[in-house]
């Protein structure tokens, strides 16, 4: 009969991985609307020769914690939070990268979520590996290309997702706080798409989707005020049964 070392031993080689595992992290592409521009959420890396990519900029994001992130998306909960300190935002999972060069430190995946938060009342947080934590407008990161590791196609990536879906759904509500207004939703819409939206024809569709509620006039946006709204559900966006015209 084995001894019980020989046994724990045994066991040992049964369940050790015959392969070596790859980082697995997590990336949160979280955009926001900061004056009339389309704007995502940015922290700079750490300094120094062991950091991959050091004071460059980069996605917030990390490494899944297996005590802790029951699953993917509870992973990119909590690094929202630990940016923003929002824990209930809109969240869609976008893809997954992978591959042998894309991390100095070796083959890493990661899987990659967007979040859409209205920017008023948040506090960023650096983090403990983030040096700093900002606002930038999507376009002009785009036309740099130059974010640590491959940010940068992601980001792309994100941003293409975000317009595409918006030409036939109410996403851009979860960018604006509540309660808005219909002029303000559509400003939101058009500083998204990049683009007018037609002002009658946004209204009536807004209104035939039956996905807001009335909250009441408010004040100081003209002289007539302006009947404010709010989601029916904060869950997931309305499917419109066509896109915008252009």
């Not at 403990?128 to 900002?134: L, P, S, T």
């Not at 290309?145 to 509500?173: C, G, N, Q, W």
């Amino acid at each position: 009969m084995p001894t019980k070392k020989s046994s724990d031993s045994a066991a040992s080689k049964r369940t050790a991985p015959a392969f070596r595992l790859p980082f697995t992290t997590v990336d949160v592409v979280i955009f926001t609307v900061l004056e009339e521009s389309l704007c995502v959420l940015l922290v700079r890396r750490p300094s120094g020769a062991s950091e991959p990519f050091p004071d460059k900029w980069a996605l917030p994001g990390g490494f899944v914690n297996v005590e802790v992130d029951a699953t993917l998306e509870a992973c990119a909960v909590r690094k929202l939070g630990e940016k923003t300190g929002v824990q209930s935002p809109y969240l869609e999972q976008l893809g997954s990268w992978g591959g042998a060069d894309r991390d100095p430190r070796g083959w890493s995946a990661t899987h990659v979520y967007f979040a859409l938060i209205p920017a008023e009342h948040i506090t960023l947080e650096k983090g403990a590996n983030a040096a700093e934590v900002a606002w930038f407008d999507v376009d002009e990161i785009l036309a740099a290309e130059d974010l640590a590791f491959d940010h940068s196609m992601i980001l792309a990536t994100a941003v293409e997702r975000l317009r595409s879906k918006v030409e036939y759904t109410s996403l851009p509500a979860f960018l604006i706080p509540e309660p808005f207004s219909l002029p303000q939703l559509q400003k939101v819409y058009e500083i998204v798409l990049g683009r007018p939206v037609d002002k009658s024809g946004f209204r009536t569709r807004m209104l035939a989707a039956d996905f807001l509620v009335e909250a009441g006039y408010l004040d100081g946006l003209s002289n007539r005020p302006a009947m404010g709204y709010r989601l029916k559900d904060r869950n997931a966006p309305v499917v419109f049964p066509r896109t915008f015209g252009r």
